[in-house]
């Protein structure tokens, strides 16, 4: 069992920046995916990034702003999350893909946070 813990959303202007950090459980972090994906009400639940041991995938709408990364010690994934604009304003949820799967799915991730709040103002 893998349980996740998102932290760091909050209220920014457009332009502005925001770390989102999820803390995680689990003996074999580190080979585990983790992604964030987010939801914008009304929307599907989209892909964000993911990091698979050291290398690092991103959706198109957020590349060159967005940079996720991992400390395997601490057991946390984070999202640096730069140029903030307010189309990003969503739920933003860390997974974790411990078996396998294309990581830009949603159905390839086993576990799920509850979900931080990102609110871009213009």
């Known amino acids: 069992q893998v349980q996740l813990v998102e932290s760091g959303g909050g209220l920014v202007q457009a332009g502005g920046s925001l770390r989102l950090s999820c803390a995680a459980s689990?003996?074999?972090?580190?080979?585990?995916?983790m992604g964030w994906f987010r939801q914008a009400p009304g929307k599907e639940r989209e892909f964000v990034a993911a990091i698979n041991y050291g290398t690092t995938y991103y959706g198109d709408s957020v590349k060159g702003r967005f940079t996720i990364s991992r400390d395997n010690v601490k057991k946390t994934v984070y999202l640096q999350m730069n140029s903030l604009k307010p189309e990003d304003t969503a739920v933003y949820y860390c997974?974790?893909?411990?078996?396998?799967?294309?990581?830009?799915?949603?159905?390839?991730?086993?576990?799920w946070g509850q979900g931080t709040q990102v609110t871009v103002s213009s």
């Open positions: 689990g003996r074999t972090f580190s080979s585990y995916t």
């Open positions: 997974a974790a893909n411990t078996g396998g799967g294309a990581f830009i799915f949603r159905r390839s991730y086993d576990y």
